[in-house]
């Protein structure tokens, strides 16, 4: 394998990390099941929780989602091993979180992943997640949705349209030497 190309196995596998913490934040489950292989499996040992297979993974992280008022999570870089068509590697993540039944989290774990090069890319073979660190005590915050606000999700940038705008300005601009 050349260097471009273990370069570029670990930005796929890098993007499919995101690509998980995206499709949680997003609620967007279909993606997030896609995001493992047909018989891939996830892992949360810490709660005794395990789906193998897609449909078991998207209705596992609907339900668990399902639960919660707020979730936020981050995904940091780990390591990743290649081997060919297969990868084992770490993910750090923090994540908080705020249940319905009134409980709250603050959490720091590990990923511990086994990915698959497939036709489609990139997918998890496995994906378990070690608790590191969890705080129970309930959090201070709210969402503002949670707190009766209404969702402002900006469409468009102003601020950068106006830059834009600015930029085109300056290449009217012509220097004579």
């Known amino acids: 394998m050349s260097d471009l190309e273990s370069m570029v196995d670990r930005f796929e596998i890098e993007a ?3 690509s998980f913490t995206d499709a949680v934040m997003m609620h967007d489950y279909d993606r997030f099941a896609s995001l493992f292989t047909q018989d891939g499996a996830w892992r949360i040992p810490y709660v005794n929780v395990e789906f193998t297979g897609r449909e078991q993974i998207r209705a596992g992280i609907e339900r668990a989602q399902g639960q ?3 979730f936020v999570q981050t995904t940091h870089p780990g390591t990743i091993q290649l081997e060919g068509d297969t990868a084992v590697g770490r993910a750090y993540i923090s994540e908080f979180g705020h249940l319905r039944d ?3 989290h603050v959490n ?3 990923f511990h992943d086994r990915d698959l090069r497939t036709k489609d ?3 998890f073979a496995e ?4 608790v590191r660190y969890l705080d129970t005590t309930p959090l201070a915050g709210s969402a ?5 606000a209404t969702a402002n999700v900006p469409t468009e940038n102003p601020s950068a349209t106006k830059e834009m705008s600015n930029l085109e300005s300056l290449a009217d601009c012509k220097v004579d030497n």
């Not at 994906?127 to 070690?130: D, G």
């Not at 503002?144 to 009766?148: N, R």
């Open 16 to 18: 499919l990390r995101g």
């Open 68 to 70: 919660l008022d707020y």
């Open 102 to 104: 009134g409980s709250s």
């Open 108 to 110: 720091y774990g590990v």
């Open 121 to 123: 890319g990139w997918k």
């Open 127 to 130: 994906r378990v997640y070690e």
């Open 144 to 148: 503002p949705q949670a707190a009766g």
